[in-house]
């Protein structure tokens, strides 16, 4: 418990208890104390700056590295421009290195490619065809437009809204109609 929590809980006579006192003031340095304290926090400051600049170019390091690590068939075309140039730097360093596979010319898109591969025991097949081959879709011919149909019952010339359930061919205007045309048919 600090003096001023006594004092307040009525441990300790206030008449004896200086609150000024236990307040800390800064200590006045001297010269040589603040040289020594400048040269400290500059030297944190670099550190500090040096371990970010590690840090960032290991993770450009790490992120490079990782683009290499993709799979041979999925190159763009920059990796394998890349490749290129690189491919005599990389036989030499390493002698036990598989050989790279011969980049491939682009195919005319006129022309068809049947692809037949097994790597890694996973086997791709492929044939490709040209747009420009395929037969274009024919159009979807819409039957012609046929005039409303019109009420089967004698002298009534309106638009038809129902079918007969025995004969889908014949239908009325109104539910009176349709009865009347059922019972004509029975």
Not at 49 to 78: C, F, H, S, V, Y
Not at 93 to 112: I, Q, S
Not at 135 to 160: L, Q
Request: some cysteine; hydrophobic content about 30%.
């Amino acid at each position: 418990m600090t003096t001023r929590q006594a004092v307040l809980a009525s441990v300790v006579d206030p008449s004896h208890v200086s609150l000024n006192e236990g307040s800390k003031k800064k200590k006045t340095l001297n010269e040589t104390e603040l040289a020594l304290r400048r040269e400290e926090t500059a030297r944190k400051r670099r550190n500090l700056t040096e371990k970010k600049l590690e840090d960032e170019k290991m993770e450009t390091i790490n992120r490079l590295l990782k683009k290499q690590t993709r799979p041979r068939g999925k190159k763009n075309a920059l990796a394998i421009t890349e490749d290129k140039n690189n491919a005599g730097d990389d036989e030499a360093a390493d002698p036990d290195a598989e050989p790279a596979e011969p980049p491939r010319a682009p195919t005319p898109p006129n022309t068809y490619r049947w692809i037949s591969s097994s790597k890694n025991a996973n086997m791709q097949l492929s044939f490709s065809v040209p747009i420009s081959a395929l037969p274009k879709p024919p159009e979807p011919s819409r039957p012609p437009n046929p005039s409303p149909a019109k009420c089967d019952v004698e002298g009534c010339r309106k638009s038809r809204k129902y079918r007969l359930v025995k004969n889908w061919n014949l239908g009325a205007c109104g539910m009176d109609h349709l009865k009347a045309l059922e019972l004509q048919k029975v």
